[in-house]
């Protein structure tokens, strides 16, 4: 109890310097200032401190997956995932296929979890003591891992593993005072909360996740949980804007006041599939506004040749474009837009056809959207688990083989793949 109570106390002290920095720091958002960056995986604290200014309120929720060059550049030369790190990309397993590949919603169901796909995320990325790892990212943790874990740990029907994952989250990262995970936490700092701002797509993955569990393990607790993480989520990080009620990326750094360039979102923050759920948890917001600006913006954010959005978008002028001091890239983050557009069926066939039709080209990669060029693969099954699940919501065809059969080696690309497999499950009656 005392290590809490000190860890909250630095942040609270944290936030009181939010109103000191905020109004200079974030105007400053040229594409060569780094202080607005995402932390990315692969990243070490030492090379984080020497390149991005520690402005602890500011930093921004990270684009999980993402390496270092990411940051720095737009472009480089394409480098296998298992050739950069001399380790094989995936681990074969064998996963029955079922279903056919035949339309949507016909074979509707509860969605569960293969074992082999649960074994490998708890297993390789599950501490025993509840903290997701990202061991692509120095083995940091952050909410929106802990959300996955809990979504994935409720779709498995693993009441033990659920409870272990969730205690964690309410000890080491809902230590705000506004209801809201700090996001981002270091094994090896001390303090381990190295950023007390938000990423409010964790939070939704979180109350999403307790709504789940709150169903599946008759646990009225975390219906409890869910409905003040859900109040908490629209109250403080949503706003109206020409889109509509929008969702922003956390409390601190994106709106209008805080960038030149603002309000700026991040589409992939968009969790289609988890409205229903806070509906029913927090019943007295408009969710469905959510839903509506999301296929708006969807619509809205294609950009240049590519016809894609980026992962970072600056809604400041007439049209959404990609934001100040982010390369316009679809990457890491918005490889997430079609998986939950997809699993929800948000908008209509239509609006998954730009992925389609670059997956068709090309595999998994990441895009600049204004030259269409495919800057990096994305190796490996979890990525084209998404493609795959976008190909079934599209045509019916069913997943490829590597999204039944191989487990990736990285915590963010197995959490796609399962969850790719649990939309299939609930949304299709094929590719499953």
């Not at 809201?180 to 938000?198: F, S």
């Not at 789940?212 to 646990?219: D, I």
């Not at 603002?262 to 469905?288: E, R, T």
């Amino acid at each position: 109890m005392s290590a809490r109570v000190s860890v909250t106390a630095i942040v609270a002290s944290f936030s009181a310097l939010l109103a000191i920095s905020a109004g200079a720091a974030l105007l400053n958002d040229s594409p060569s200032e780094k202080a607005a960056l995402p932390c990315e995986p692969g990243e070490r604290a030492a090379t984080m401190a020497s390149a991005v200014p520690q402005n602890i309120a500011l930093r921004l929720p990270m684009a999980s997956g993402e390496t270092a060059s990411h940051v720095a550049e737009t472009t480089f030369d394409p480098v296998p995932a298992a050739a950069a790190t001399g380790t094989p990309v995936s681990t074969p397993i064998e996963v029955a296929a079922a279903g056919s590949a035949a339309g949507s919603n016909a074979g509707a169901t509860k969605a569960d979890l293969p074992a082999p796909l649960w074994a490998n995320f708890r297993d390789n990325f599950i501490g025993d003591d509840g903290r997701v790892i990202d061991d692509g990212n120095g083995k940091i943790s952050h909410s929106e891992g802990q959300g996955y874990g809990l979504l994935l740990a409720a779709f498995a029907d693993d009441p033990v593993t659920f409870r272990r994952v969730w205690n964690w989250t309410v000890t080491e990262l809902l230590i705000r005072d506004d209801g809201l995970a700090a996001w981002r936490w270091e094994p090896d700092a001390d303090p381990h909360i190295t950023d007390p701002n938000n990423a409010t797509d964790g939070d939704i993955l979180i109350a999403w996740a307790l709504m789940e569990g709150a169903a599946r393990f008759n646990e009225p607790e975390y219906r409890k949980a869910a409905a003040e993480i859900a109040a908490a989520i629209y109250e403080k990080t949503t706003e109206e804007s020409a889109y509509g009620r929008i969702i922003l990326p956390g409390v601190h750094g994106f709106r209008a006041d805080d960038r030149r360039d603002g309000p700026v979102i991040n589409l992939s923050y968009w969790v289609f599939p988890a409205f229903p759920a806070l509906a029913k948890a927090a019943p007295q917001y408009d969710w469905d506004a959510l839903r509506d600006s999301g296929v708006a913006l969807m619509r809205a954010s294609r950009f240049g040749k590519s016809n894609l959005p980026s992962d970072w978008i600056s809604l400041s002028g007439e049209k959404p474009r990609p934001a100040n001091g982010f390369p316009p890239t679809f990457a890491y983050n918005a490889i997430r837009v079609p998986l939950y557009a997809a699993w929800a069926e948000a908008g209509d066939r239509s609006d998954l056809a730009p992925y389609q039709a670059l997956w068709e080209r090309t595999q998994p990669s990441t895009v600049d959207v204004m030259s269409g060029r495919a800057v990096q693969p994305l190796g490996g099954p979890g990525y084209a688990a998404v493609a795959g699940l976008v190909a079934c919501a599209r045509q019916g065809t069913p997943f490829p083989a590597s999204a039944r059969n191989s487990l990736p080696d990285l915590y963010y690309p197995s959490a796609l793949q399962a969850l790719s497999v649990v939309a299939a499950q609930e949304a299709y009656s094929g590719c499953r």
